[in-house]
């Protein structure tokens, strides 16, 4: 830890995740582990309609996509970390 005056700093989190996904096995594990996440939460979001009662044959369509769409924008946000350490954006 790092002190200056009467303010201290912790580790350097950046450098830390950048040093991370700099290991390719750790950054494609990563990756495979947020696509499996994206499955669960698509599934995990449709069910919250369907627990609610809000799901219907109707609306069935509509939020099954909705709850694929979420948990696309929620998966490739995370997996946009390891792949812009890969491809040498963040360094």
Not at 37 to 56: A, E, I, K, M
Not at 72 to 89: C, E, K, M, Q, Y
């Amino acid at each position: 830890m790092v002190a200056l005056g009467d303010v201290s700093y912790g580790p350097d989190v950046y450098k830390m995740v950048v040093a991370g996904f700099s290991c390719k096995t750790v950054a494609v594990f990563y990756i495979i582990s947020m696509l499996l996440l994206c499955l669960h939460l698509s599934h995990g979001v449709s069910s919250v309609f369907q627990t609610l009662g809000l799901r219907n044959e109707r609306w069935r369509g509509r939020l099954d996509v909705l709850a694929l769409a979420y948990a696309w924008i929620v998966a490739l946000g995370f997996i946009s970390i390891p792949l812009a350490v890969l491809t040498g954006v963040l360094k």
